[in-house]
């Protein structure tokens, strides 16, 4: 039955979000029951996409990546895969009517993650877009339900939600991009040299997301809204921790929130938000 089997792609896109992000896993947990397998199955096939690029240095990349890319293609047209990640993913794309063009932007990101790069404006805008903005808008259309009036208002919210976290990984992985693996996201920015001014410029970008990003999340549906505050919540305190971190820190180290502090941010995220004091 394929029924038995879209039960075990689920779990393996479950297993994948629990094991590479606890973080994350902890946010889905305060979303409706309803959205849990939905986000697994979108995150599977981010993660294993982003483990291509990020981790596989010993392998063949490229063809891993066309060959990941051909695939997800063919489950999303014959609505089923022998890859349990893709198989849950595609699942996701038919019941949400997630659009071909969200998926092909992503994958164009992680192509420009196959070398090593400095990025200019335009190219720092396409893979923030990519990487960040349509997998938000991929959440927004489960979020939503299909209520297509309710996905374009909360659009730009999203993007900039996405962007926010996106720009903060940059920051707390600027030791690994750049030293390991040769990138320079930041377009206009000397990571030889990189001070306090740089640092504080970034920062007053991200700031200006989250600020926007907040208005989107109160205007979600009940069901979501607490899932994802609690991901805003728990990456603001880790944008203010590397706000403390002196730009020497942060090209040395990753910067991290021990587990019991995360633990403390999801009770104070639900306390907030059963007060409405988002």
Known sequence: ????????????????????????????????????????????????????????????????????????????????????????????????????????????????????????DHAYQEYILGSAEVVGLMCLRVFTENNRGLYEELKPFAMRLGAAFQKINFLRDLKQDYKELGRAYFPNVNLDQFDITQKLCIEKEIAEDFKVALDGIKKLPSSSRLGVYVAYVYYMRLFSKIRETDPEQVMQMRIRIPNIQKIGLLFNSYLRHQLNLL
Do not use: C, W
């Open 1 to 120: 039955m394929k029924a038995l089997y879209d039960k075990v792609s689920l779990a393996t896109s479950k297993l994948t979000t629990t094991t590479y992000s606890t973080s994350f896993s902890l946010g889905i947990k305060f979303l409706s029951r309803k959205f849990h397998n939905p986000i697994y199955g979108i995150y599977g096939f981010v993660r294993l996409a982003d483990e291509i690029v990020d981790s596989f240095h010993n392998y063949k990349k490229e063809e891993l990546l066309a060959s990941f890319e051909k695939d997800t293609l063919q489950a999303i047209q014959d609505q089923i895969s022998l890859n349990p990640i893709l198989n849950s993913f595609q699942g996701v794309v038919h019941e949400y009517g997630i659009e071909q063009e969200l998926i092909d932007s992503f994958l164009r990101s992680m192509k420009m993650d196959l070398h090593k790069q400095f990025y200019n």
